[in-house]
């Protein structure tokens, strides 16, 4: 298995709802990532999750909570999230040990938020 | 922070002929990776240049790392409709496992 599995692709949610984004590896890979990509800009960087624990938060508003359960899995917990937010987030996975190897990216889940 | 930009941002290019992206470091980099996104879809990784002026080929694509190892190239040849998407370079920051992409150059093909 060579990819990462982004659930759901779609995602339509009120400011005042709890949603979760889903992400999911079988390659051994033991750093994640969530990157925001906003329309015709890069992908950003929000966090870093290496051996399933938070290495780097770049600086992301606490309605964004991320969860590592074991190291195949990394969620994204939204909470009462702003129409600003809406965006395409993006979940990728990489080795910590290969210096070869760049990160492989989900298809990510397209979020609206109304 | 370390910054990473890209030129041009836009490439219109006639199918079958060559155009060259350009990427720039403000800071020294152990290394720079290359990606590709298609209109509505999601980076892909292409190749990864380690060493100073190291140059790699990926059929019509060729990547080069600057001898400072502050800037690369990506040069496609003969270019196709397939070639259509963004391009980004990306570089490591020196502490932690961080990934900043520069801004991408937008290619649209002309058959």
């Known amino acids: 298995d060579t990819e990462v599995t982004q659930t759901p692709k779609h995602l339509v949610m009120g400011m005042t709802n709890k949603k979760s984004l889903k992400c999911e590896q079988h390659m051994g890979h033991r750093a994640m990532y969530w990157y925001k990509q906003k329309a015709k800009k890069p992908p950003e960087l929000m966090f870093v999750?290496?051996?399933?624990?938070?290495?780097i938060n770049e600086s992301v508003p606490s309605r964004f909570s991320p969860e590592c359960p074991n190291s195949s899995l990394l969620n994204l917990h939204l909470h009462a999230l702003q129409p600003e937010d809406s965006a395409l987030y993006l979940c990728?996975?990489?080795?910590?040990?290969?210096?070869?190897?760049?990160?492989?990216f989900g298809s990510g889940t397209r979020l609206t938020v109304v | 922070g370390q910054q990473v930009m890209q030129i041009p941002q836009y490439q219109h290019v006639q199918e079958g002929e060559d155009f060259t992206t350009y990427c720039n470091s403000s800071t020294t980099l152990s290394n720079i990776q290359w990606y590709k996104q298609r209109p509505g879809g999601h980076p892909v990784f292409l190749i990864q240049?380690?060493?100073?002026?190291e140059v790699k080929k990926q059929k019509r694509l060729t990547f080069q790392f600057g001898e400072a190892k502050k800037n690369s190239s990506l040069h496609i040849t003969a270019t196709q409709t397939t070639d259509v998407g963004t391009y980004f370079c990306a570089g490591p920051e020196a502490a932690g496992n961080k990934l900043t992409f520069g801004g991408g150059t937008r290619v649209l093909v002309k058959p």
């Open positions: 990728a996975s990489s080795p910590l040990d290969r210096m070869d190897y760049g990160y492989t």
């Open positions: 999750y290496s051996y399933e624990k938070l290495s």
């Open positions: 240049l380690v060493k100073s002026g």
